[in-house]
C-alpha cells in the first residue's frame, strides 16, 4: 500500500512538472511572437513612409537616360539597391525578454536538476543530545532544491589527493534540530531545503587521517557530490578562485564599514551598534569554513593523541570527593 501510494506520488509529480514545462514552451512562443509582430509593424511603416519621387518638369532635360534618385527623393540611398531598416518598440522587446526568462526560469525548474548551494557553516559546540556534553566540530551546509523532485538524496564530502580522492559522506539531519539524523528515504520536492552535517566525534583513525590530508581546499579541489538513486546529479566546488584577493577585499572592506558605524535603536529602547555596508563584500565562507573545520579537526585530534602537562594525572582525578 505504501509502494502504491509513493508511486501515485510521483506520477502527480511528473504530471505537475509536465505542465510547468508546456506552459514555459508557451510563454516563449509569445514572446518570440510578439517581437516578430513588433518588427514587421515597424519595417511596414517603414516602407510606408518613404517619401515619393519628385517629377521634373517636362521642358528641363527630358531625354531617355534613367534619372538617378538622390537622399531627399528616397529617404534612403543604396549605391546597390534598396535600403530596408527594420526599428524595435523598446518597451515591447523589454516585455518580451521578461518573457523569456520567465520561461527559460520556469522550463529549468520542471525539467532539470536545479540546486543551490544556500550556506556552509563550522561551528564548536556542546549539545546535551550529542557526545555526552563534550565538545566537538560540526560542518554544516544547507542546499535547496529549486528543480525537479530527487529520491534518496545523499551529499559526499569529495576532495583529490597525489594518490587518489576521497570520499566521505555526510548525514542528514533536521533543519530545525539538526542533533537529530534522517535515515528514511524522501523526496527533495522542489522548493525544499535540506540540511547535511559532518560530526567530528563520528570520526575514526581512518577518517580522521583522511580528512587530515584536507590541508587547502583549492589545492585539493574540494567539492560536494549530490547522489540520488545512486547517480551522481550535481556538483558544488567549496573553493574560490582568487580566494586571497577577495579575502583581503573582505578585511579592508570590513574595516571600512566599521568606521563608519552606525548607531541602531533596539524596539525595547536600548542602542546597539550596527555596521554600515559602504562596501561589498565577496562571499567566501564555503573555503573558509571547510579549512577552519579540518583545522579545528586535527588540532584536537592532536591535543588527545599528546596531552598537555597542565593536565592533572588520571589517579588524581579519581581521588578526591567526586571518586
Not at 21 to 36: D, E, P, Q
Not at 161 to 175: A, K
Not at 225 to 243: A, C, D, N, P, T
Not at 247 to 264: D, P
Request: overall charge positive; hydrophobic content about 35%.
Amino acid at each position: 500500500m505504501i509502494d502504491a501510494s509513493l508511486a501515485a506520488a510521483r506520477r502527480s509529480s511528473v504530471r505537475s512538472q509536465n505542465w510547468r514545462g508546456v506552459a514555459a514552451v508557451a510563454t516563449c512562443l509569445i514572446a518570440l511572437l510578439m517581437v516578430s509582430f513588433v518588427i514587421g509593424q515597424k519595417s511596414d511603416d517603414s516602407f510606408t513612409s518613404r517619401k515619393e519621387p519628385k517629377h521634373q518638369s517636362e521642358d528641363v532635360n527630358q531625354s531617355d537616360e534613367p534619372q538617378k534618385l538622390t537622399d531627399e527623393d528616397t529617404g534612403t540611398f543604396e549605391k546597390h539597391g534598396e535600403f530596408m531598416s527594420f526599428s524595435v518598440d523598446p518597451l515591447a522587446t523589454l516585455f518580451a525578454m521578461a518573457a523569456l526568462s520567465l520561461g527559460y526560469v520556469a522550463f529549468r525548474a520542471s525539467s532539470k536538476v536545479w540546486l543551490r548551494l544556500v550556506e556552509v557553516k563550522s561551528s564548536y559546540s556542546t549539545s546535551v543530545y550529542e557526545n555526552n556534553w563534550k565538545g566537538f566540530h560540526d560542518l554544516n551546509v544547507t542546499i535547496r532544491n529549486l528543480g525537479i523532485s530527487l529520491h534518496d538524496v545523499r551529499v559526499c564530502l569529495w576532495f583529490r589527493d597525489g594518490d587518489g580522492s576521497y570520499q566521505h559522506e555526510m548525514q542528514q539531519v533536521r533543519y530545525d534540530k539538526q542533533h537529530e539524523t534522517i535515515s528514511e528515504k524522501s523526496e527533495f520536492k522542489q522548493g525544499m531545503v535540506g540540511a547535511f552535517a559532518l560530526k567530528s566525534y563520528h570520526f575514526n583513525d581512518r577518517t580522521l587521517n583522511m580528512i587530515a590530508k584536507l590541508d587547502c581546499a583549492k589545492k585539493r579541489d574540494a567539492r560536494l557530490k549530490i547522489y540520488s538513486q545512486g547517480f551522481l546529479v550535481h556538483e558544488f566546488r567549496l573553493w574560490q578562485r582568487l580566494y586571497w584577493l577577495r579575502s583581503r577585499w573582505n578585511h579592508f572592506a570590513g574595516r571600512i564599514n566599521w568606521k563608519y558605524k552606525k548607531t541602531v535603536v533596539l524596539p525595547d529602547g536600548k542602542e546597539t551598534v550596527g555596521e554600515r555596508h559602504l562596501l561589498p563584500t565577496f562571499n567566501t565562507d564555503s573555503q573558509f569554513r571547510l579549512e577552519c573545520f579540518v583545522k579545528g579537526v586535527v588540532e584536537d585530534a592532536a591535543r588527545r593523541v599528546t596531552p598537555t602537562s597542565e593536565e592533572p594525572p588520571n589517579d588524581a582525578i579519581n581521588e578526591g570527593p567526586f571518586k
